[in-house]
T-cell receptor
Framework: NAGVTQTPKFRILKIGQSMTLQCTQDMNHNYMYWYRQDPGMGLKLIYYSVGAGITDKGEVPNGYNVSRSTTEDFPLRLELAAPSQTSVYFC????????????FGQGTRLTVV | QKEVEQNSGPLSVPEGAIASLNCTYSDRGSQSFFWYRQYSGKSPELIMFIYSNGDKEDGRFTAQLNKASQYVSLLIRDSQPSDSATYLCAVTGATNKLIFGTGTLLAVQP
């Protein structure tokens, strides 16, 4: 059972570089989320989607972009990497927003130098 | 004001004791409330959710919700060293966003 799969697991970027964090789920979930987690902190919502073609900003969207062309995939794009984007990124999915479990990927540890 | 607030801890309890974790939220329209557990270096995993006022019990865990006070708590009975982790409170509402608090680090001492 794959669940939520994130790639890559680790990445080092130079300042100004771009990259896409991939997230795919095989549970036919409508809702998908991207979070970042800084050391010793909770999860901060970057972007979320309630279905294919629909995305919305979360708490900390600046410096990121997303798309949701299919139910399964929800990639996160960093256009001009900055040291402040050094963090662990988690993708999650759930069937709906209420009373259902959000399943998380294994996380991507990103360092911007 | 943060949408979801938790005491960062650490909360230290002896093995076998009751651990009490608390969370407050700012949006009165919030509808569903979740407790996740996160071990160091791992992904969060769901422990419980609650959406009605009152208590909900599942094994050693009890979630308590008071919407009038905008307060949700998690009690862990007979705490074990394996319960040592960060506990994250999360809330959803009409906006469909799943918002997390900063988490409380629990340390259960053998």
């Amino acid at each position: 059972n794959a669940g939520v799969t994130q790639t890559p697991k680790f990445r080092i970027l130079k300042i100004g570089q771009s990259m896409t964090l991939q997230c795919t789920q095989d549970m036919n979930h409508n809702y998908m989320y991207w979070y970042r987690q800084d050391p010793g902190m909770g999860l901060k919502l970057i972007y979320y989607s309630v279905g294919a073609g629909i995305t919305d900003k979360g708490e900390v969207p600046n410096g990121y972009n997303v798309s949701r062309s299919t139910t399964e995939d929800f990639p996160l794009r960093l256009e001009l990497a900055a040291p402040s984007q050094t963090s662990v990124y988690f993708c999650a999915s759930s069937l709906s927003e209420a009373n259902t479990e959000a399943f998380f990927g294994q996380g991507t540890r990103l360092t911007v130098v | 004001q943060k949408e979801v607030e938790q005491n960062s801890g650490p909360l230290s309890v002896p093995e076998g004791a009751i651990a009490s974790l608390n969370c407050t939220y700012s949006d009165r329209g919030s509808q569903s409330f979740f407790w996740y557990r996160q071990y160091s270096g791992k992904s969060p995993e769901l422990i419980m959710f609650i959406y009605s006022n009152g208590d909900k019990e599942d094994g050693r865990f009890t979630a308590q919700l008071n919407k009038a006070s905008q307060y949700v708590s998690l009690l862990i009975r007979d705490s074990q060293p394996s319960d040592s982790a960060t506990y994250l409170c999360a809330v959803t509402g009409a906006t469909n966003k799943l918002i997390f608090g900063t988490g409380t680090l629990l340390a259960v001492q053998p």
